[in-house]
């Protein structure tokens, strides 16, 4: 697996500008012009925004796809979820606001070689994590994957785009905990057949740490290979506060624990010690 890019690398922080807000379900989407993110952007990767009267003032937030507006140039979109004081701030943002962004930042997924056979791949997003997994999708199928999808959430209204994933997926699958919406149950109760029928080579997810390990589980058990971006709170989001602690085991087999905002998000599925994470 490898990433080759000709894009421009590493991230910018800019003055970026709300272009559209709207609410979908239990979220609100944001769609910034920042200029330079969009086009430095790699699926998985993710933006800083700074929020106005708070001390650690960053919210993380994934990039869930990115266009061309016009005469804006490029365009990113991120999807808040009202949790706190700090991403109300940001959903309440009208059109116009001025917000200070910084990205790209984190580790993204791993796409196969262009010039590796088709492999089969699952994406599964679990609430509002299943925000990096569209753009995912497009790059994967560009290189010839199979895209199967798993979208998840608690109901209906924290469904993140599960109409739009037939765009980025030959098949998908929905889920939710309380039926209202496609299969009832949870992720660990559909993964292990989702992979089944696919025939899976490598699993993509990202969203709670308790979904993640199921999904991590089962890929080992179904013999693929799996990438998983646990969804964990990133104080400063780049590196500097140490205060996302992700416990992993190396690949010389020492345990360490490593910042989730710089050496993750995404990380193999199989290196993460589950145990020590919070739910």
Do not use: N
């Not at 959903?91 to 606001?97: E, F, K, L, M, T």
């Not at 962004?101 to 699952?122: E, I, M, N, W, Y």
Request: net charge positive.
């Amino acid at each position: 697996m490898s990433t080759p890019s000709t894009a421009p690398t590493g991230p910018v922080h800019v003055t970026g500008t709300v272009l559209t807000t709207r609410a979908v379900g239990a979220y609100t989407h944001l769609t910034l012009v920042a200029p330079g993110i969009a086009e430095r952007m790699r699926p998985g990767t993710f933006v800083a925004v700074s929020v106005e009267g708070q001390l650690l003032a960053r919210r993380a937030f994934w990039i869930h796809r990115v266009r061309h507006a016009g005469g804006h140039g490029m365009t990113l979109e991120i999807v808040v979820e009202q949790v706190g004081a700090g991403s109300r701030w940001l959903a309440a943002q009208p059109v116009g606001a001025k917000l200070a962004v910084t990205g790209p930042l984190g580790r993204p997924f791993a796409l196969p070689k262009r010039d590796a056979d088709p492999v089969s791949c699952v994406l599964v997003g679990d609430g509002h994590g299943a925000a990096p997994m569209f753009l995912l999708g497009e790059r994967l199928r560009e290189r010839g994957a199979v895209v199967t999808m798993l979208v998840a959430g608690a109901d209906e209204a924290h469904l993140l785009s599960a109409l739009e994933a037939r765009r980025s997926a030959r098949s998908v699958t929905v889920v939710t905990e309380d039926g209202s919406v496609g299969s009832r149950g949870r992720v660990a109760d559909h993964i292990g057949e989702v992979l089944r029928r696919a025939a899976a080579d490598v699993v993509y997810a990202a969203g709670r740490p308790s979904v993640l390990r199921d999904v991590a589980e089962a890929a080992e058990t179904h013999g693929a290979w799996s990438q998983v971006a646990p969804e964990l709170p990133l104080t400063c989001a780049t590196g500097l506060c140490q205060g996302c602690p992700l416990p992993v085991v190396g690949e010389d087999g020492v345990a360490r624990t490593v910042r989730s905002c710089y050496e993750g998000p995404v990380v193999r599925g199989d290196r993460i010690r589950w145990t020590e994470l919070a739910p």
